[in-house]
């Protein structure tokens, strides 16, 4: 099963004045791609940080993806932390160095082209516009900071990362978590690779704990929601 | 100054099932403290990443709040890693064994008995209710992932944590933001302690870049959005 990591870079983020945008979209996207997200950081724009959650995430997943810390100014610092993960360093990209001064044309100033760097060994990739690469060494793929264009930037690679789906059913069951805590044990234990989860609510008005049941292989998912549910019996609302 | 990591353990958050709630609330409590959040992780429902995340982060940061991962269920393995973290076992509380067979009675159950586990060594602090005690050892402090009851024992002990507040400056430019990286620049060099952060942004409609100066020290701040008005002039279309 494809594994990956997410490494957001923002001291605005850590300083709340930007709420966290990217990372919490990204999950979904790569649930739905049917890959299982490990880890999901948010670090500050230093460079050493960058470089040991990249290098430790990196080491960890099939894939990672960072968010953040890509541009032109003092606080841009992704690329010379991802360069450093890998003990690789920092160069300017032709084509990237190209596009910029084509759209800058004779405005174009030294920071600007910070914004062609990339780690040694980085290739870029993302096919359907050529003005919005991707730039990625190894496992890790860079992404910038600001929300419409990392949506932007993840859908043109998106289809490289599909596998196949999870499979999920749902339980929302009237009844206090400690008291179904023994049923749970028992479906964990007689069916392996069923991811089990249970979440107790307070706030809902139709029920106090939802179940779910998880996996990559649907008649596992059916067989431990028959088990679940004859176990549970009245104790569940509904189901889906 | 003082400084923290939040450890958000949940599978539902990796999954996608839930939007994650409780870092992103605390992070704007914690900073309103004058308290710098220096790394946040959501990490899965198990011990050895728990064990692994809290090692790391306490060694590190002055305070670390943990959510989630703390009920009656199979998947509930925070005190557990918590506790590894520390190289202590884990034990039964008698204040929280008294208070679950108290709201319980006679149909208290073993899974129940589990939430009044802690680390050995644990100490249960926050005063104003005594059913919702917050669970800490050393420096970590062990929340719930329910975000309402989250919220209602982080506020039990918020005080605790009060330090020194941020100060801050905000300007709205409109300007391309490479153009005012050199200026940047030079307000970052000549003005060392201030946190200088520019974040570009290409769906408002009255400014492209909005840059923040912070630090703890308001003349600090205040000499710094002095040089730093002057240096942008008419760039700046408002600041606060």
Do not use: C
């Not at 990372?23 to 960058?50: M, T």
């Not at 920092?90 to 004779?106: D, M, S, T």
């Not at 932007?152 to 599909?162: C, H």
């Not at 596992?220 to 009245?234: H, Q």
């Amino acid at each position: 099963m494809p594994s990956a990591a997410i490494v957001v870079i923002g001291d605005e983020i850590l300083s709340g004045k930007f709420a966290e945008a990217n990372a919490s979209w990204l999950v979904g996207e790569l649930r739905e791609l049917g890959v299982a997200v490990g880890h999901i950081q948010v670090i500050p724009d230093v460079v050493e940080d960058i470089r040991d959650a990249v290098r430790a995430d990196a080491g960890r997943f099939d894939h990672v993806f960072t968010s953040g810390g890509v541009g032109p100014t003092h606080d841009d610092v992704t690329i010379a932390g991802v360069a450093m993960a890998f003990g690789v360093g920092v160069v300017r990209h032709p084509q990237l160095e190209a596009e910029l001064r084509a759209y800058y044309g004779e405005l174009i100033l030294p920071a600007h082209l910070r914004m062609a760097e990339v780690p040694e060994g980085a290739a870029l990739i993302g096919a359907d516009h050529p003005s919005w690469p991707v730039t990625s060494i190894r496992n890790v793929y860079i992404l910038p900071g600001v929300p419409i264009i990392f949506r932007k930037k993840f859908a043109s690679i998106r289809e490289r990362f599909r596998a196949r789906p999870f499979f999920g059913r749902r339980f929302y069951l009237m009844a206090d978590e400690g008291s179904v805590a023994g049923d749970l044990d028992a479906v964990v234990a007689a069916h392996p690779g069923i991811a089990v989860g249970s979440y107790p609510r307070f706030d809902e008005r139709d029920y106090r704990v939802m179940v779910t049941l998880e996996a990559k292989d649907q008649e596992l998912v059916d067989a431990a929601a028959r088990d679940l549910g004859a176990r549970l019996g009245e104790r569940v609302v509904r189901s889906e």
